[in-house]
């Protein structure tokens, strides 16, 4: 049977002009994921959000929320709770007045409501200050406060972390995960800083220029970054036989030439020694490990923008 995704798009294309903003990206969040999509500036995250959270319209291609297709998504948008772009706060208002304005828009009057929109964000303590007087950090946890108000299934944030100080990225990472782990609320979460996602996101989407290079799980992407062996050989079948025979499980098959190969990282010597007593022939072996950065920009076309 085939796997019911929360929220799916296929082959979603976004034009403006001649431009492709999007195309033909196809993405799947399941229910309880923390997705991250990352891409950097103008790789097309927005443009995703601002489609699936019903603001603008795919040029082609769909996607389908709760089950539902986008032409019945409105039935499902207060599922849903998005913030894009700067969040939209009264800056003469207290966190308490803005949130009362949105649940009072939205129909929410259950007793306590707001305290407990508060507590959830970590910002009960914040009394008569106004919003203008909020750190960017506190500004982002009133958004995401705002974007809770109805209790949605899905959360949808873009870029809730871009210039945050370290302090203010610990609060609302450990906000997001707290949604996540005692409301069970899925999030998707755009950000062009892997290294900063990957602190707690669960699945990923890389997007560079439009188009969606991969998705991976949180073990796929530790796993491409880890500290590691190359070996490129004549033969890998061969190899590998010899390998375990020198009592290495922890390896991978690349592709027809290439093993990385995770224990044993000092024993490049050895493993050369031994695959060439067996007429193997190493077309290389190297020591190899990327940061989460560097694997990022190497998917995305090195440096350069
Ligand atoms: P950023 O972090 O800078 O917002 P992003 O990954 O969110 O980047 P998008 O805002 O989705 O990128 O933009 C993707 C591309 O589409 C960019 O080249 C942008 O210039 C273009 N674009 C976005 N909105 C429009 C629009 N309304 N009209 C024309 N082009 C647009």
Same mark, same amino acid.
């Given at each position: ?7 799916? #798009?296929?082959?979603?294309? /976004? ?20 997705? !991250? ?6 790789? =097309? ?6 489609? %699936? ?5 795919? #040029?082609? !291609?769909?996607?389908? %929320?709760?089950? /539902? ?42 007793? =306590? ?61 450990? #906000? ?8 069970? $609320?899925? $999030?998707? %979460? ?26 991976? #799980?949180?073990?796929?992407?530790? *796993?491409? &970054? ?13 190899? &590998?036989?010899? %390998?375990?025979?020198? =009592? ?10 290439? $093993? ?7 024993? *490049? ?9 067996? !007429? ?8 190899? *490990? ?16």
């Amino acid at each position: 049977m085939e796997k019911e995704w929360l929220l799916e #798009t296929s082959q979603m294309t /976004k034009q403006y002009g001649r431009h492709k903003a999007l195309d033909q990206v196809s993405l799947h969040v399941a229910q309880g994921d923390i997705y !991250g999509l990352i891409g950097r500036n103008g790789a =097309g995250k927005t443009t995703i959000l601002r489609i %699936i959270s019903g603001l603008a319209q795919a #040029t082609q !291609g769909d996607y389908r %929320i709760f089950g /539902k297709d986008s032409r019945q998504a409105a039935l499902e948008r207060s599922r849903v709770g998005a913030l894009i772009e700067e969040p939209g706060l009264y800056p003469d208002m207290t966190a308490r007045q803005n949130l009362k304005v949105k649940c009072l828009a939205m129909g929410m009057r259950r007793e =306590g409501y707001i305290e407990e929109l508060l507590q959830t964000v970590g910002l009960a303590d914040t009394g008569n200050k106004k919003a203008r007087n909020f750190s960017l950090g506190m500004r982002q946890r009133l958004g995401i406060a705002l974007a809770l108000v109805g209790d949605p299934d899905l959360l949808i944030l873009d870029e809730p972390i871009n210039g945050l100080d370290p302090q203010g990225f610990v609060e609302v990472r450990e #906000t997001l995960t707290k949604l996540n782990k005692e409301k069970h $609320i899925t $999030i998707v %979460i755009s950000s062009h800083i892997l290294d900063e996602l990957s602190k707690f996101a669960t699945h990923y989407g890389i997007i560079h220029n439009g188009t969606l290079l991969e998705e991976l #799980t949180r073990e796929e992407l530790l *796993s491409k &970054c880890c500290e590691r062996i190359e070996l490129k050989t004549s033969d890998t079948g061969r190899a &590998c036989t010899v %390998i375990e025979a020198m =009592g290495i499980r922890n390896y991978q098959v690349k592709d027809e030439y290439t $093993i990385h190969i995770f224990e044993r990282l000092d024993d *490049s010597g050895d493993i050369t020694m031994a695959l060439s007593k067996e !007429g193997i022939k190493v077309l290389g072996i190297a020591l190899k *490990s990327e940061s989460l950065e560097e694997y990022f920009l190497n998917l995305t076309g090195g440096g350069k923008e």
